[in-house]
Nanobody, 125 residues
Framework: QLQLVESGGGLVQPGGSLRLSCVAS???????IGWFRQAPGKEREEVSC????????KYADSLKGRFTISRDNAKNTVYLEVNNLNPEDTGIYSC???????????????????WGQGTQVTVSS
């Protein structure tokens, strides 16, 4: 069974940046990968997704321009670069995977089968 491990979270000041990593136990070129986040007391929110080929990337409308998803299938790793962070970005960031056609990804958490444990991002001065 596919396993996903996130890293790269931490405490960052407002305006700062982080690069989150999602490492898969096998063959990311077989899976579309999504990033999701959940703030304390709030529902899970879609952030971004990348098709298994890397040719398609999607972002939540409210996050466009600050978040960038990329992937290195040779390293079985998908990255999420987050810039100009603000306190509202605080939460647990999780990656998830699903087998999908090469150029397809969806920003819908319920479509994803495999999930990591998440990495905490805290934005505070």
């Amino acid at each position: 069974q596919l396993q996903l491990v996130e890293s790269g979270g931490g405490l960052v000041q407002p305006g700062g940046s982080l690069r989150l990593s999602c490492v898969a136990s096998e063959f990311t070129d077989s899976y579309a990968i999504g990033w999701f986040r959940q703030a304390p007391g709030k529902e899970r929110e879609e952030v971004s997704c990348s098709s298994r080929s890397g040719t398609t990337a999607k972002y939540a409308d409210s996050l466009k321009g600050r978040f960038t998803i990329s992937r290195d299938n040779a390293k079985n790793t998908v990255y999420l670069e987050v810039n100009n962070l603000n306190p509202e970005d605080t939460g647990i960031y999780s990656c998830a995977a699903i087998v999908a056609p090469p150029s397809t990804c969806v920003l819908k958490a319920t479509r994803y089968r495999y999930w990591g444990q998440g990495t905490q991002v805290t934005v505070s001065s």
